[in-house]
């Protein structure tokens, strides 16, 4: 072989190579990202051409596929838009939230468990379809929350979470405001890009599932966690009596906090359920003093703080209770300085004290089915920590029934029935009122039900914010209507 017919040769290698690396790269390395890209029509195409499968509630879908009149085959949809969004989230060309989102696999006829569905498909010639996902939502529960939502003054903002303590199993979601998923699944793609920039710059920021996504200080809901790590110390119970009167004196500092009515919660020493009774900040700011940094962490995090325990949703902020020193652990023994929260996160401090101090991993999703309505995968309780010792939980149950029945609580009492609960104010700003938060669980002998409330943000004069007035009653009827079944 001469030089310049060499030449020429390595030279085409060169060029083959180079083809077979760029190829090897784009289809490997790439795949995922080009898969993704907006801008891929094939993708797009294969997407809304396969019938997606749907997710329930009970036995309606509250997302589900039907045929399309336009060129796509299916067109997503969802019949409770408003009251489900941000559980389902969306299915649009260029994104999916929600569970629209971790359950994509399933719903889209991917995961590896339909394979076998996948091959029958293809050798019968059929269409391919996706399995569908079970919700553990309660549709009363549901209704009740999103309506006491919807029903707060003004454009409120707010979340509910209710859960089942003695599994985990997420009973209702609500937040407010929310958005409607259908004009996101749209098939007239430049409506959805313009919704999408719109939902995405709206100041009330409708996308955020408040409900698992913003954190809060949590105010008094957080005094059930420094009445736990008290009792848990071995030194407290629920008639030790404990400071009251009018102020307390921050350490290491010159201010001094007072009660929110600027009382002194009916004296200068007053029985621990007393304090819970009235939301005594004396009282509980001298706790958190008294037990320190790393007693109140370490309640803290047994609850949930500083971590996440929903696994099936995406969007889930941690709840915080950071490194404080002296003045700021006495202030986070009343939900404030540093510690923040979602309406999760206190739920499940709810439902751990209702399931003897027990928090159960909270879960939406219940079981997976394929096309053919096949059990894939149902989901087991399990225990996320024992937060409390069980003679702790009922101490704090008997101090929340009694903050239902005569204290600051009153407005979520049942008839006949034991209810357990605990109002929380939170300051922000001087320009706006505080945020409301109410946590409860019923019945408090036997609790099928445990709910958390916040509210972001109301139209509701500052003054009517404390003593439950905002959460209570949303918290009342979902209780309600989930013993009533």
């Known amino acids: 072989m001469n030089k310049p017919i060499r030449t020429i040769s390595i030279f085409c290698l060169l060029l083959f190579l180079a083809l077979l690396v760029n ?9 995922d990202e080009l898969a993704a890209d907006a801008k891929n029509r094939r993708v797009i195409n294969a997407a809304f051409s396969r019938e997606r499968g749907a997710i329930l509630v009970g036995k309606d879908p509250v997302a589900r596929s039907v045929p399309s009149d336009d060129k796509y085959d299916f067109q997503r949809t969802y019949p409770q838009r408003f009251m489900y969004a941000p559980i389902t989230g969306y299915f649009a060309y260029y994104a999916q939230t929600g569970i629209e989102r971790s359950q994509s696999d399933v719903l889209s006829g991917d995961d590896e468990r339909l394979f076998v569905t ?3 498909d293809m050798l019968s010639n059929a269409e391919p379809k996706g399995g569908n996902v079970q919700l553990t939502i309660n549709p009363a529960a549901q209704a009740a929350a999103f309506e006491g939502l919807q029903a707060l003054s003004g454009e409120a903002k707010g979340a509910v979470v209710a859960l089942e303590p003695s599994t985990g199993k997420v009973l209702a979601m609500a937040s407010t405001p929310t958005f409607d998923p ?6 007239d793609l430049q409506a959805v890009e313009a919704e ?3 939902l995405e710059a709206d100041p009330a920021t409708p996308l955020i599932n408040r409900a698992i996504g913003t954190t809060l200080p949590p105010g008094s809901t957080f005094k059930l966690v420094t009445a736990a790590a008290a009792i848990e110390s071995g030194n407290y119970d629920k008639d030790s009596i404990v400071p009251g009167g009018f102020q307390f004196q921050l350490p290491q500092s010159d201010s001094k906090v007072g009660n929110y009515d600027q009382g002194n919660c009916g004296g200068t020493k007053i029985t621990l359920t007393q304090a819970l009774q009235v939301s005594c900040n004396v009282s509980f700011l001298s706790l958190a003093n008294e037990l320190g940094a790393e007693a109140m962490t370490e309640q803290a995090e047994a609850f949930g703080f500083n971590s996440t325990a929903l696994e099936d949703l995406p969007g889930q902020a941690p709840s ?3 490194e404080m020193d002296a003045p700021q652990t006495a202030l986070s023994g009343i939900g404030q300085s540093s510690v923040t929260a979602t309406p999760l996160q206190m739920a499940m401090v709810a439902a751990g004290i209702a ?3 027990q928090v159960k991993r909270p879960y939406l999703v219940d079981e997976v089915r394929a096309p053919n309505a096949s059990l894939l995968d149902k989901t087991e309780a399990s225990t996320y920590s024992q937060a409390v010792s069980s003679n702790t939980a009922d101490e704090l149950t008997e101090m929340m029934v009694a903050t239902v029945d005569s204290g600051t609580a009153v407005v979520a009492a049942i008839p006949g029935v034991r209810v357990a609960g605990k109002t929380g104010t939170a300051q922000s700003t001087g320009s706006r009122p505080p945020y409301a938060w109410f946590v409860s669980f019923a019945p408090a002998d036997d609790p099928q039900v445990a709910v958390a409330v916040m509210v972001e943000a109301s139209e509701t004069a500052r003054e009517e914010i ?13 209780m309600e209507a989930v013993m009533a079944q």
């Open 23 to 31: 190829a090897s790269y784009v289809m490997y390395f790439r795949a």
């Open 118 to 120: 996948r091959l029958v």
């Open 182 to 187: 259908n004009l996101l699944a749209s098939h």
């Open 196 to 198: 999408g920039k719109r």
């Open 320 to 322: 915080l209770y950071p």
């Open 355 to 357: 399931n003897d101090g």
């Open 466 to 478: 404390a003593g439950g007035s905002l959460g209570g009653p949303i918290a009342k009827a979902i």
